[in-house]
């Protein structure tokens, strides 16, 4: 959720209320462009499974599951700090 608070806030964006998750999620490819808008789909459906999972029953998340999103916040994590270098240098860091 952090990693794509990133590219909003750079962008001079801030998702605010309820909600605010799932909105995060969706404007990631109109910030970032559509090449994220796949991976924007699987990270918002993952914020569903944990909702329910939290707050409605537990242990509906498996172990490949969390290694796959693991591998997911990986590659978000090298898609924004590539969208950083070409978009915001100044806060793409050294």
């Not at 699987?42 to 999972?53: A, H």
Request: glycine share 10%; proline share 3%; with cysteine.
């Amino acid at each position: 959720m952090a990693l794509a608070t990133i590219p909003l806030a750079c962008a001079g964006y801030q998702a605010h209320g309820v909600g605010h998750h799932q909105v995060t999620f969706q404007a990631m490819p109109l910030v970032m462009g559509k090449v994220t808008a796949e991976l924007a789909t699987y990270l918002e459906s993952c914020r569903t499974k944990r909702n329910v999972s939290t707050y409605d029953r537990g242990g509906g998340i498996s172990d490949t599951e969390v290694a796959e999103l693991v591998a997911e916040a990986k590659m978000l994590m090298k898609n924004v700090q590539a969208w950083l270098k070409k978009c915001h240098p100044e806060y793409a860091g050294g």
